[in-house]
């Protein structure tokens, strides 16, 4: 009776170990949505977006069956946050395998046209200023309005359109056959020489540039109206 008693006593502690387990740990769909949140928090810090939120959703088609140890959960595919791919898997033998899919909302503070901007005109303050936007179709919204100014939109903006990289382009600073300075710094040393620009470029761009002494062809990166510099320098800002 002892025995049977020790025994029923040791079963139900087992069984509320279990309970108190399996409620300690997170739901499958619980840590999908950590780790879908995980990811987008990855991806704004790398893009340098300010201030992002999410709204997360997991789509969950049907309930997992019960796994005795932990699920791991991976992502599959995170491109969209529309439309992320997630899958969580149970090590038991046999295990199993199901796939989820998260949809997100992303908003963060990102640059806009403040004023109509015409195609082909350079950006000025007054025309940009930020706010916070949904950005969850958009992979390339600029976050420091001060990176849009003296840019030249690709097409007509409207007071409100979020500002992109892809839609915007600096301005011609070097044409082709014009006289330019190449310049090199180092250690607080200036080195300057005359040279002929063999390509266009805007600023950040590299061209090719002819040595007026040497004749000799290489390549360097515009730095500002009519000068030229190594490739291997910082961008002047």
């Known amino acids: 009776m002892i025995a049977f008693c020790k025994a029923t006593l040791a079963a139900l502690s087992l069984m509320l170990f279990s309970a108190f387990a399996q409620a300690a740990t997170p739901s499958i769909p619980m840590q999908i949505e950590q780790s879908a949140r995980a990811e987008l928090e990855r991806q704004m810090a790398a893009s340098g977006l300010t ?3 999410f709204e997360i959703a997991v ?3 049907r309930p997992a069956p019960p796994c005795s140890q932990q699920v791991a959960v991976e992502p599959l595919d995170t491109r969209f946050p529309q439309r992320m791919r997630f899958v969580a898997r149970c090590p038991d033998t046999p295990g199993w395998r199901y796939e989820y899919v998260v949809r997100a909302r992303v908003t963060a503070m ?3 046209a403040a004023a109509p901007v015409a195609a082909n005109e350079a950006l000025t303050d007054t025309q940009v200023t930020i706010e916070r936007r949904d950005i969850s179709n958009i992979a390339d919204p600029i976050s420091n309005p001060a990176d849009a100014v003296g840019q030249m939109s690709r097409r007509m903006l409207r007071p409100g359109d979020i500002l992109r990289s892809g839609q915007l382009s600096s301005p011609v600073l070097v044409k082709r056959g014009d006289a330019v300075m190449m310049i090199a710094r180092r250690e607080g040393i200036e080195v300057s020489m005359a040279g002929e620009a063999l390509d266009a470029g805007g600023k950040g ?3 090719r ?4 002494g040497s004749g000799q062809v290489v390549r360097m990166r515009v730095a500002g109206p009519g000068t030229v510099e190594p490739i291997d320098m910082a961008i002047s800002r």
């Open 205 to 207: 761009a590299v061209v």
């Open 209 to 212: 540039v002819r040595n007026a």
């Open 51 to 53: 201030e992002p939120q």
């Open 59 to 61: 789509v969950t088609a």
């Open 110 to 112: 990102v640059a806009i």
